[in-house]
């Protein structure tokens, strides 16, 4: 072995991204908690019920990248659920249009949220905040604080239903193939295409992105379309998961922003990955399911989230300063 | 980083002491055995009509307060922001209009806020059209000298949650979370045998009707010698509810389910169901959904209430105590029945939306089911 494979080993063993090990050490820790979670019923019901967060994280990763932030989709998440419960009206042949029409309030949102970002010049954290709280008046205006229908069951396959009898793996929730399918689709296009490159580019430097002729309005908007449409996507799972509830989607705002950061994407934009994004949410899952497992009083329980949270996003601005990435 | 993990580490045991610390208030002998013995009275006053019950007989004189009709009844509310409370004002709507006595009725929301509260009071006194003020304080320390303020310009009727002072006419609410948490965990106690493994899910610390019902509960289940497995709090969050429950299910059988409040009842229902368990002893609430679900799988159920039917009592008192006729007091005191097996399908009714409460005695009045978005 010469002097340079060894200094080379030296350079790449860092740039694997710290949120993958994190991730395998609290696994790792669940499973000596909890034995039975190497069967599949249970890894496979964790990686269900973070399923909603991390297609949120994985849409929020497009608008950070871009140098902004999405506070309207935990509000968005609760119109969709409270919405959809109204429009179905306990009627099963109604679930594909009530989800086109959530899909369509999606574009409605992330154009919006967009447009007042990118035209009048609001900060994107002030515009989605204004949103969030729009939203949330919207959903309790439609619903008058109780909801008046089902979600039908058609309606909660995607969150709730397994396939099971499977062989090898034995069950298989529709939700992680939801979460696989939108996450390659978002992660094809962050990665393989222009339009990521774009996003990276204006989050990184929008003024010199705009010289060399990214189109940066038009490349912002896009990317808080993305982030309402995870957001309405990341709603029908929950509700499916849970049923109808009023406040189904508050805090998944923030969650979904320290998935991104757990994964490494840099909060003032032109860095970030999907991939990371979801192992973030899966690690902030695992920790919800560690702390459960534990069995702690919930306050120690808040204490110890918070430390591991900030403990981790050090971790990753360290190795950022150490490796220049 | 040693030092602040260190220092992390006491603040967070300090923070757990606070809670320990407080729980001795909530959990007062007295009073669990004085609500056990009001959960066995037989109520007073007209019968079929809870909400004109009372379950204690002192009287207080109203005739200093007599007015003359029309009246204008004020009415600060903590807010609507749950399913409950929306039940509720709807039902204290419906109420008035049966009044013709009653010209108007000013509602001012304090959406939560004790701050908002305390101005909602001022100015309703400023303004000066009030004939009577009902309150329903956000929280009992904060509102109680806004309370006692208002006493001093006309009377006053306090319902739901308490304040420090005698002052107002009468205080309303239903026998208590004591009641509430025997009710669910005797019948848990009459279902499972000692040493099986329950699940007490509760919804948020630190509220003293809920505090109460789990020291309630908690004291009758140990009574039991049965083995309390854990207490979680779900913030009333589906998805927190059920994912809490199917951990629970992987660490080993659970025989009963209790909870504080059943908003969240049917999602730890599902997390039995969709994971093939057998379906354990369940506590829940009076809300639509669950009373439904329990008839669709058979369960072994009971639905403790803090019965919305409390919220047509305040108009009634302020009827009354405006006419210059007696009301009980200082606490009018209402029964709270849980709904069982046997009483179950006279509550149910597939057209009432999924959140509503059954317990609101609302069936009888002139814009049920409408008015309270049934079909």
């Known amino acids: ?325 | 980083m040693k030092n602040i993990l260190a220092m992390a580490v006491v603040a967070g045991l300090a923070l757990t002491g606070g809670t320990f610390a407080q729980a001795p208030n909530f959990d007062d002998p007295a009073e669990f055995a004085r609500q056990k013995e009001f959960l066995a009275a037989t109520p007073m006053g007209p019968e079929g009509k809870p909400w004109e019950q009372y379950l204690v007989d002192t009287m207080k004189d109203t005739t200093g307060f007599k007015k003359d009709a029309p009246y204008t009844v004020c009415f600060s509310n903590a807010g609507v922001n749950n399913p409950w409370r929306v039940v509720g004002w709807t039902n204290m709507q419906e109420e008035a209009k049966l009044h013709p006595e009653i010209s108007q009725i000013i509602h001012v929301d304090a959406e939560g806020s004790d701050d908002k509260q305390i101005a909602d009071i001022d100015d309703l006194l400023a303004g000066g059209k009030c004939s009577i003020l009902i309150v329903s304080p956000n929280t009992t320390a904060a509102l109680t000298p806004a309370v006692e303020k208002a006493c001093a310009v006309l009377p006053v009727i306090v319902f739901d949650r308490g304040v420090n002072t005698d002052c107002p006419v009468t205080f309303i609410h239903p026998v208590g979370g004591y009641g509430f948490g025997i009710q669910g965990a005797e019948f848990i106690a009459e279902n499972v045998k000692p040493g099986g493994n329950v699940l007490m899910l509760r919804i948020l610390p630190g509220v003293d009707v809920l505090e109460t019902r789990y020291s309630g509960g908690k004291r009758v289940l140990e009574e039991a010698g049965l083995n309390i497995v854990g207490a979680e709090f779900t913030d009333g969050d589906n998805a927190k509810t059920k994912s809490i429950v199917e951990d629970y299910l992987q660490r080993g059988k659970i025989d009963a389910v209790w909870m504080d409040a059943g908003a969240t009842a049917v999602a730890a229902v599902e997390a039995f169901e969709d994971g093939g368990y057998d379906m354990p002893v369940f506590v829940g609430e009076d809300q639509q959904d669950f009373l439904q679900k329990w008839k669709e799988l058979g369960l072994t159920a009971i639905a403790p209430a803090y019965p919305s039917y409390q919220w047509r009592t305040p108009i009634i008192a302020a009827i009354h105590t405006l006419k210059g006729e007696a009301v009980p007091s200082p606490e009018w005191i209402l029964p709270q029945p849980a709904i069982t097996q046997a009483t179950l399908d006279s509550y149910i009714n597939t057209a009432m939306p999924p959140l509503h409460y059954a317990l609101c005695g609302c069936e009888g009045m002139p814009n049920y089911p409408a008015a309270w978005g049934g079909k």
């Open chain 1, 1 to 325: 072995m010469t002097d340079n494979a060894i200094v080379t080993r030296k350079r790449q063993l860092p740039q694997i991204n710290p949120v993958y090990f994190i991730l395998a050490a609290l696994i790792v820790a669940i499973i000596l908690q909890n034995p039975a979670f190497v069967e599949p019923t249970g890894y496979m019901n964790f990686l269900k019920r973070a399923a909603p967060l991390a297609i949120l994280a994985a849409g929020q990763v497009y608008v950070i990248v871009s140098g902004g932030f999405d506070l309207s989709v935990g509000s968005l998440i609760t119109l969709v659920v409270v919405g959809s419960s109204m429009l179905l009206n306990n009627d099963p042949n109604s679930t594909w249009w009530v989800i086109a029409v959530m899909f369509g309030i999606g574009v409605g949102v992330g154009l919006i949220n967009g447009l007042v970002v990118c035209y009048l010049k609001v900060p994107s954290l002030i515009a989605t905040l204004g949103m969030m709280i729009t939203l949330n008046g919207l959903a309790f205006m439609w619903s008058g604080g109780a909801p008046r229908g089902y979600l039908t069951d058609s309606y909660r396959f995607f969150g709730r239903y397994n396939f099971t009898d499977l062989p090898l793996i034995r069950i298989l929730p529709v939700a992680i193939i939801v979460l696989l399918v939108i996450g390659f689709l978002l992660y094809w296009l962050m990665h393989r295409t222009n339009l990521g490159r774009m996003i990276h580019a204006i989050g990184d430097n929008p003024r010199a992105a705009n010289l060399a002729g990214v189109p940066v309005n038009r490349v912002r908007i896009i990317a808080f379309i993305v982030s309402s449409l995870s957001a309405v996507a990341t709603g029908i799972l929950l509700g499916g998961f849970a049923g109808v509830s009023t406040d189904v989607g508050s805090g998944y705002e923030l969650q979904a922003i320290t998935a991104a950061v757990l994964g490494g994407a840099l909060l003032l934009g032109g860095r970030g990955s999907v991939p990371a994004t979801i192992a973030g949410a899966l690690t902030l899952s695992a920790i919800f399911t560690l702390l459960n497992f534990l069995g702690l009083p919930q306050p120690v329980r808040q204490v110890v989230q918070g430390l591991i949270l900030i403990a981790a996003v050090a971790v990753a601005v360290y190795r950022r300063k150490h490796t220049g990435r």
